[in-house]
C-alpha cells in the first residue's frame, strides 16, 4: 500500500458516498430531495417514459452504483453504472445551462464522471474489496464498461425524444 491506494481511496469513496447521498435524496426524501413520489415527477416532466421504471433505474444506480464504488466492488462495473447516470443528467438536464454550477450547468456532474472514469481506468487500488477478495479486471475490460457506460446513458437519453416523437406522431393522426 502507497499514497496512491490512499489516494484512490478517497477518491472512491468521497465518489460514492456523494452518489449515494443523490440517491438517497430520490428514494427517501433525506436532505431535502424530491422522494420517490417528487422524482417520479420529476423524470415524467423530463420526457421518460414509463417514468416509475426510469425513476427506479435512476435511484438504484446512485443507490448501488455508489456504494460498490465507495467500498471498491466490482469497481470498473459501478463505475460505468455511474458513468451512464451522469451522462444523463447532463445530457438531460445541465447541458443547456452551460458548464458553471452556479447556473445549474454540468461542471458538477461531470468531475463525478470524470473521477469514475479515472478510478475505473486505475483500478480500485489495495484498499478496496476488490484487492481483498482478488477481484481484478484487466485493461481492456475496464476501459469497455466504462464505454458501455457512457453509451448506455446515451441511449438513455434518447428515450424523451423518442416518447416525444411517438405523440406528436400520435396527436397528428
Known amino acids: 500500500m502507497d499514497s496512491a491506494d490512499i489516494g484512490l481511496a478517497f477518491l472512491r469513496i468521497v465518489i460514492g458516498l456523494t452518489m449515494a447521498a443523490h440517491g438517497a435524496q430520490k428514494a427517501f426524501g433525506w436532505w431535502s430531495g424530491p422522494g420517490p413520489d417528487g422524482w417520479r415527477r420529476a423524470v415524467a416532466s423530463m420526457g421518460f ?18 456504494p460498490l464504488l465507495g467500498v471498491g466492488l466490482f469497481t470498473p462495473v459501478a463505475a460505468a453504472v455511474l458513468v451512464g447516470q451522469c451522462t444523463v443528467i447532463i445530457g438531460q438536464v445541465h447541458l443547456p445551462k452551460g458548464f458553471w454550477n452556479r447556473n445549474s450547468g454540468y461542471e458538477f456532474p461531470l468531475v463525478l464522471a470524470a473521477g469514475a472514469v479515472a478510478v475505473a481506468l486505475i483500478g480500485p487500488g489495495a484498499l478496496s474489496l476488490d484487492h481483498l477478495l482478488g477481484i481484478a479486471f484487466d485493461d481492456a475490460v475496464r476501459l469497455g464498461l466504462v464505454v458501455v457506460g457512457a453509451l448506455g446513458g446515451l441511449a438513455a437519453l434518447m428515450v424523451p425524444r423518442v416518447a416525444a416523437r411517438d405523440e406528436e406522431a400520435g396527436s397528428a393522426r
Not at 51 to 65: F, H, Y
Request: aromatic residues 6%; neutral net charge.
Open 49 to 66: 417514459r414509463p417514468s416509475g421504471l426510469w425513476a427506479a433505474i435512476s435511484t438504484l444506480a446512485e443507490l448501488i452504483g455508489g
